[in-house]
C-alpha cells in the first residue's frame, strides 16, 4: 500500500502525497506530485511548504507510513577553461615545454 504522507527533510512539513485536484480538497498540506524518473528510480514532490524539489524513493513508499523528501540539490555548472586548450590558443606551446629536453634542440 501507498504511503499516504511525506515528511520534508529541508523544512520537517508532514502532509499528503498528492497532485493539484487533491490540494484544494484538503486540509493538511499537499505535496505535488512531477514525475517518475525511470533512470534514477526516483519520484519528486514539491514541499508544500517550502517549495523545495523532494526526491522520494519509491519503496519507501511502499514499506512505511511516512516517506522521506529528501531535498534535490541542484549544482551549478562552472566553466573550466582547460590548461591545454589555453596553450594551445596562445600558441606558447614551445614556452611551456620544460627546458630539460635537450632532443627538441637538434630538430
Known sequence: MWASFIMCQ???CKGRAGNAISQ???EIP???YHGHDPFEGIMRYS???CRATLLVDPMDML???????VPEIVKPKTQKKSKSRTILQTG????KIPKKIQSLKYH
Do not use: M
Request: glycine letters at 14%; proline letters at 0%; hydrophobic letters at 30%.
Open 92 to 95: 606558447r606551446i614551445l614556452q
Open 10 to 12: 529541508a523544512c520537517g
Open 47 to 49: 514541499c508544500a511548504n
Open 30 to 32: 499537499v505535496f505535488r
Open 63 to 69: 514499506s512505511s507510513g511516512c516517506a522521506r523528501g
Open 24 to 26: 484544494d480538497q484538503s
